[in-house]
C-alpha cells in the first residue's frame, strides 16, 4: 500500500486563492478524491477522480493532478470554506487517506 | 434522498464485541460499493473496509481478522462486526457510500452518515 502526505495546515486571506497538495512516494498516478470536514460534522466530497466536482459544490473549488501530485485549489476562498480537507486514493482494494489539512481563512 | 444511519456504537470493555449498522435509503447498498471509515476525536480519516457490490470484501491491516463487514440487503444496511476491541479502536465509525465508477481506479464517497462513536475502555 502507500500513504499519503498533506501539509498539516494552510492559511489564506478571504478572496485568494488556498492551495492544498497530496503527495505519497507510490502514488503514481492514482485517481484522488477530496473531502472537506467542518467541526462536528461527517466529510463532504468537493472533488472526484481529480478534478470533477460534484453538483451542489461552488465553481471555486477545483482539482488537478500535474506530475501525480493531486492538488486542491479554493478560489476566492471565504470564511465558510474553513475546514479540514482530506485526499483519498484507491489502489489494489486498498482505500488510503492523507493525514489532511486544516485550512484556516484569517 | 440518499441518507446513511449509523447505530450500534457505546462503551465496551477491551477483547468485547459490537456490531454497527448502518441503516441506508435512497438507494440500494447492494448496488454501490461501500465503505467504513473511522475517525478518533480530533484525528485524522482511516479507512476500515471496503465492500463492493458483488460482495467481496477488504481490510484495513489494523482491522483484518477481527472486523467482518456485511450488507443486509433485505434490510438494506451495511454492517461491521468488530470483535477483540482494543483501546485503539475508540473512534467514531462512519459509513459511506461509493460513487458512480467512471473509470478504473477511481473510487471515492459521496454520501457520508454521521457516524457512531465506539469507545473501547475498562
Known amino acids: 500500500s502507500f500513504g499519503l502526505t498533506q501539509p498539516p495546515s494552510v492559511s489564506v486571506s478571504p478572496g485568494q486563492t488556498a492551495t492544498i497538495t497530496c503527495s505519497g512516494d507510490k502514488l503514481g498516478h492514482k485517481y484522488a478524491s477530496w473531502y472537506q470536514q467542518k467541526p462536528g460534522q461527517s466529510p463532504v466530497l468537493v472533488i472526484y477522480e481529480d478534478n470533477k466536482r460534484p453538483s451542489g459544490i461552488p465553481e471555486r473549488f477545483s482539482g488537478s493532478n500535474s506530475g501525480n501530485t493531486p492538488t486542491l485549489t479554493i478560489s476566492g476562498t471565504q470564511a465558510m470554506d474553513e475546514a479540514d480537507y482530506y485526499c483519498?486514493?484507491?489502489?489494489?482494494?486498498?482505500?488510503?487517506f492523507g493525514g489532511g489539512t486544516k485550512l484556516t481563512v484569517l | 434522498e440518499v441518507q446513511l444511519v449509523e447505530s450500534g456504537g457505546g462503551l465496551v470493555q477491551p477483547g468485547g464485541s459490537l456490531r454497527l449498522s448502518c441503516a441506508a435509503s435512497?438507494?440500494?447498498?447492494?448496488?454501490?460499493?461501500m465503505t467504513w471509515v473511522r475517525q478518533t476525536p480530533g484525528k485524522g480519516l482511516e479507512w476500515v473496509s471496503l465492500?463492493?457490490?458483488?460482495?467481496?470484501?477488504y481490510y484495513a491491516d489494523s482491522v483484518k481478522g477481527r472486523f467482518t463487514i456485511s450488507r443486509d440487503n433485505s434490510e438494506n444496511t451495511l454492517n461491521l462486526q468488530i470483535n477483540s476491541l482494543r483501546a485503539e479502536d475508540t473512534a467514531v465509525y462512519h459509513c459511506?457510500?461509493?460513487?458512480?465508477?467512471?473509470?478504473?481506479?477511481?473510487?471515492?464517497?459521496?454520501?457520508w452518515g454521521q457516524g457512531t462513536l465506539v469507545t473501547v475502555s475498562s
Open positions: 459511506a457510500r461509493g460513487g458512480i465508477l467512471a473509470v478504473m481506479g477511481g473510487y471515492y464517497f459521496d454520501f
Open positions: 483519498q486514493a484507491w489502489d489494489r482494494n486498498t482505500v488510503v
Open positions: 465492500i463492493y457490490s458483488a460482495g467481496s470484501a
Open positions: 435512497g438507494f440500494s447498498v447492494s448496488d454501490n460499493y
